[in-house]
């Protein structure tokens, strides 16, 4: 992990999520990092696949923490053995991406794999930045949605995934640093994951139940708030 001990710029607008002001901060992503980032997700998802399962067998099938565990054990076999050497935090995010999809049969799969696909090829260079990470944040959610056509407040993943790229690339523009943006990013997805409840599915499995599907969280819009959780967390105990 890199850290920018004050050196250059970057210290405008660090805000009360960068106390130090630009001590300490954390400007890029590599690929230790990322890929720590990723087995953080392994072990979230295992930790609350009941509680994900759960979620789903309210108004799907009740397989979702079952699918991103199948998932992200695949993913930590490919990606976790000694004979895996990226040569970009891209790399591993495509290889993240390209896991899921052969692995998890479940609508969840292809989405969450198109996302990480997406983001892995819009980043080149070895390590990434804020502007970097920003823009491929943006691509996962392009994914997402041209895929699966959802659009915000129809009761899904997209819920969450939304207001989480808006609010990391506002704190990235604002010239805070990964770990800002980060816990930007999460906090806002599990915001959207909560305002999930109230809302009727119009997309996936939880829209055949129609009115029923109203009252219950969303199971992909959770873990996304996990996902995104997993990073913040991630950052902040590194560096
Ligand atoms: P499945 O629905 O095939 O059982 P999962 O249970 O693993 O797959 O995942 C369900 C989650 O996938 C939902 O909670 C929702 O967030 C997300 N999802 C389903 N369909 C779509 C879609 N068309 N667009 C975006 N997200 C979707
Ligand atoms: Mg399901």
Known sequence: MNTDNGGGGGSAGDGDRDPAGGVNRVDTLDIAT?????HAVALAVTARRDELT??????????????????????????????????????????????????????????????FRAIGRSLTTPEADGDQLSVALHAGLDAVRALGAAAAGDKTMVDALTPAVAAFDE?????????????????????????????????????????????????????????????????????
């Open 54 to 115: 759960e979620l789903d067998a309210a108004i799907g099938d009740a397989d979702h923490g079952a699918n991103l565990q199948r998932g992200f054990a695949a993913v930590e076999a490919v990606i976790g053995g000694p004979g895996y050497a990226p040569e970009t935090v891209g790399q591993l995010l495509t290889k993240v991406g390209m896991t899921l999809i052969s692995s998890v049969g479940g609508a969840s799969g292809p989405l969450y794999g198109s996302a």
């Open 171 to 239: 704190t990235v523009t604002a010239g805070g640093d990964l770990r800002a943006a980060s816990r930007a990013a999460a906090d806002a997805a599990e915001a959207g994951a909560r305002a999930t409840t109230p809302l009727q599915a119009r997309k996936g499995r939880a829209s055949y139940l129609g009115e029923r599907s109203i009252g219950h969280q969303d199971p992909g819009a959770t873990s996304t708030a996990l996902i995104f959780a997993a990073l913040a967390e991630t950052l902040e105990h590194h560096g």
């Open 34 to 38: 990322a890929r720590a980032w990723i």
